[in-house]
């Protein structure tokens, strides 16, 4: 396994503002987004997830060198990010580094999530023989050297660093490791409105969100409804993990949630100064 302790910090273009990708940026998504590497599992929830879509808004080039927090064993987006990025980008994965955890089920699971992403870059070198990880430490994250990075994603963590009074620290090393321009592209389960850091139910506020970036000190630079699902009621009694993917109902209600969809979710773009 290839474990960076840090990102290269080559002659890349910083991440614009203006988001738009132009037509031939747009022709290698769309080759990404195609690619029979991507598991049918994976390419069902496009529809959900609408990463077409989502890597255009955020401005993602495939020149750019691209940090994803925590991407999990299924590599969803980095299936897309990797072999997007591959010849003249670079794709890089932070994952928790599991010797950090405390013994015991966290830790497995940060172990089985960082071997089962390294399992899928090593099943298709083709496309992910450039994709690299970085392991961090939750409690003092560092994702890379200081302005080293052009853009930074996270899809649906914010929850769980709030939960783990972690959330300050990881925008923190956000901003750090981007360059001066660079962007940081957030989605996650959006909340009708503030909720506790201790809150249960997976949703966050937008204006949240918003705040701990800023305090970090980002800017706000825009933001979607790709991902928004009016149908999505945000009031289940186990939370957003009722929803797809996660299905954590009772067998009789798998029509309701299915109808339903996957969660209402905000799509928020932020730069560094």
């Known amino acids: 396994m290839l474990v960076l302790a840090g990102c290269a910090s080559g002659p890349h273009t910083p991440a614009d503002s203006a988001a738009d990708l132009d037509a031939n940026n747009v022709t290698r998504l769309d ?18 997830r609408h990463p077409r879509e989502t890597l255009s808004f955020f401005g993602v080039r495939p020149e750019h060198t ?11 987006y980095a299936e897309i990010l990797a072999p997007y990025l591959r010849d003249n980008g670079r794709y890089i994965a932070a994952v928790v580094d599991p010797a950090v955890v405390a013994e015991g089920r966290g830790r497995d699971y940060q172990s089985g999530q960082r071997s089962g992403l390294q399992a899928r870059f090593d099943a298709a070198p083709a496309q992910f023989d450039r994709a690299r990880m970085v392991a961090y430490d939750p409690a003092a994250p560092r994702l890379g050297p200081s302005n080293s990075a052009d853009v930074v994603l ?3 963590n914010v929850h769980n660093w709030r939960g783990s009074g972690q959330a300050e620290g990881m925008f923190k090393a956000f901003y750090d490791v981007l360059r001066p321009g660079g962007v940081l592209g957030v989605v996650e389960h959006r909340a009708k409105a503030d909720v506790p850091a201790d809150d249960r139910s997976g949703y966050v506020g937008t204006a949240q969100v918003i705040a ?62």
């Open 31 to 48: 080759a990404a987004l195609a690619g029979d590497w991507r598991s049918a599992e994976n390419r069902a929830r496009d529809i959900h």
């Open 66 to 76: 691209v940090i994803e927090i925590t991407p999990g064993s299924g590599a969803w």
């Open 154 to 156: 996270t899809f649906r």
């Open 212 to 273: 701990l970036a800023q305090a970090a000190g980002f800017r706000v630079d825009g933001s979607s409804e790709v991902n928004a699902n009016p149908k999505d009621t945000r009031d289940h009694p186990n939370g957003v993990w009722m929803l797809p993917p996660s299905n954590r109902h009772e067998p009789q209600d798998a029509a309701k949630y299915t109808a339903i969809g996957e969660s209402d979710r905000m799509t928020l773009r932020f730069v560094k100064p």
